[in-house]
């Protein structure tokens, strides 16, 4: 199956900063997936982008699919973005299984 | 706006003894699937579930485990008999197709003591 690489593991910001995390991937994915993991362990979903781009708000992300990359950008961070992001893909023919990276834990302070 | 439920968000059990853990998927979709999250470390695939049949599963995916769909609404997880190692959060997740986006529940916290 893929592997799924995150960068980087730990990340701190002041308020009103901006950050990119990358997500990398071993191999080609048909599904490729961004949460962010509240403090209470909630997922959320945050993007569903196999490849382009899609923006939400302050948030955006690219997935660039035959270069096997993914990055998640945050403008403007405030403190309720803290928390852990995980991006997950899924090879073909892999029945669903969405494979997670090790996560971004992010804190922003005040 | 339709959302997976699961229930119950915090279990407590013995070792040795069985729990089930129980999620109502977003009624419209036909793919589930369960996940689960050691504390600290990332969300791991248990088992994906189609037409009332396993699609796909890991190697954690024991005869200890086995997967069910009962009535037209809810979708289970049995653990038969739960080892100290069992101890994470579960996830249970749905998708309306495969390599569809799959949309997670809010978890259950399985503590085996």
């Known amino acids: 199956g893929i592997q799924v690489e995150q960068s980087p593991p730990d990340l701190i910001l002041q308020e009103g900063a901006n950050s990119t995390l990358r997500c990398n991937f071993s191999?080609?994915?048909?599904?490729l997936q961004w949460f962010h993991q509240n403090p209470w362990g909630q997922l959320i979903n945050l993007f569903y982008i196999p490849s382009g781009t899609k923006q939400n708000g302050r948030l955006s992300a690219t997935t660039v699919a035959t270069e096997r990359y993914s990055l998640l950008y945050i403008s403007s961070s405030q403190t309720t973005d803290s928390g852990v992001y995980f991006c997950a893909g899924e090879g073909f023919n892999q029945g669903g299984k969405l494979i997670f990276g090790q996560g971004t834990e992010l804190s922003v302070k005040p | 706006e339709p959302e997976v439920t699961q229930t119950p968000s915090h279990q407590v059990t013995q070792m040795g003894q069985e729990v089930i853990l129980r999620c109502v998927p977003i009624?419209?979709?036909?793919?589930f699937y369960w996940y689960r999250q050691i504390l600290g470390q990332k969300v791991e695939f248990l088992v994906s579930f189609y037409n009332n049949e396993i699609s796909e599963k890991s190697e954690i995916f024991d005869d200890q485990f086995s997967v069910e769909r009962p009535d037209g609404s809810n979708f289970t997880l049995k653990i038969r008999s739960t080892k100290l190692e069992d101890s994470a959060m579960y996830f249970c997740?749905?998708?309306?197709?495969?390599?569809?986006?799959?949309?997670f529940g809010p978890g259950t916290r399985l503590t085996v003591l």
């Open positions: 191999d080609s994915v048909n599904n």
């Open positions: 997740a749905s998708s309306p197709g495969l390599n569809n986006e799959q949309f």
């Open positions: 009624s419209n979709h036909l793919y």
